[in-house]
């Protein structure tokens, strides 16, 4: 499979989608896909859509990384290949929109990080998600798991490596909707999202980030610079007067 194949890509009405293509192997993530993910992200913030949604073609969402690029690998390649995969979950989180997953079947190891790197989640009934490293002997990825779900839960996941089918998933807080069509579910919240001022989303997105890295102090400091900034905006005009009109707001990032 050609490298331009391992991610497709769509634009429609300021929604960008992303869907992951190795169905071959569950969308396990190879080097090449993870390098593709770090361009394309890269790329896109330059002139960032209103929503991004990240899918992938069935089955699964994504198994992971791809162990069968594991086996012999050099400490070298290791280090290069998890220290990208770390950059690229950073930039999905930090993206500058808000990020949907479209996830419709298993997401394991990294596919459970990738579902939860981004800021809403919408699953099928039959989805899952586990965190199955020490299953082969690797260790599991925390921080942004417990940050999600608390302590006793993400220890719950990660130290049993078990896994969690949807309607649990939704108790703990790891997706946030199950619908039978998840593309269709995705496609919809992510019009939603779109009508809100893409302003306002990133910021709050800068403001949860900073919150659960620096604290609230951090967090605090950061939303009065971005109220104070907001004031002066085309599109916070606009809502004062739509609110004064009785109308819905038309946003234009400006």
Not at 29 to 36: S, W
Not at 75 to 94: I, Q, S, T
Not at 214 to 243: C, K, M, Q, Y
Request: contains cysteine.
């Amino acid at each position: 499979m050609s490298e331009a194949s391992l991610l497709t890509t769509d634009n429609v009405d300021g929604i960008v989608t992303w869907t992951l293509n190795r169905p071959a192997v569950r969308n396990a993530v190879n080097l090449a896909l993870l390098e593709r993910l770090d361009a394309e992200l890269d790329a896109l913030k330059q002139n960032p859509p209103r929503v991004l949604i990240l899918g992938a073609t069935a089955p699964g969402f994504c198994a992971g990384i791809d162990l069968k690029e594991s086996h012999g690998a050099t400490a070298d390649f290791v280090h290069k290949r998890v220290a990208l995969m770390h950059g690229v979950l950073d930039k999905l989180r930090r993206f500058p929109c808000p990020v949907i997953t479209a996830i419709d079947g298993a997401c394991a190891g990294l596919g459970a990080e990738i579902a939860i790197s981004a800021d809403l989640r919408v699953a099928s009934p039959s989805s899952r998600i586990g965190y199955p490293e020490p299953r082969v002997a690797v260790p599991s990825p925390a921080f942004h798991l417990v940050a999600l779900v608390g302590m006793a839960r993400a220890q719950d996941l990660l130290l049993t490596a078990r896994w969690v089918g949807a309607e649990e998933a939704m108790q703990f807080g790891i997706f946030n909707r199950i619908a039978k069509d998840v593309d269709d579910a995705a496609r919809a919240l992510a019009t939603e999202v779109a009508k809100l001022s893409p302003m306002s989303l990133t910021l709050t997105k800068e403001n949860i980030y900073l919150g659960v890295r620096d604290g609230a102090a951090a967090a605090s400091h950061h939303h009065i610079d971005g109220v104070t900034s907001a004031a002066w905006t085309t599109d916070r005009t606009e809502a004062l007067a739509a609110f004064a009109e009785k109308r819905e707001p038309k946003f234009t990032g400006a």
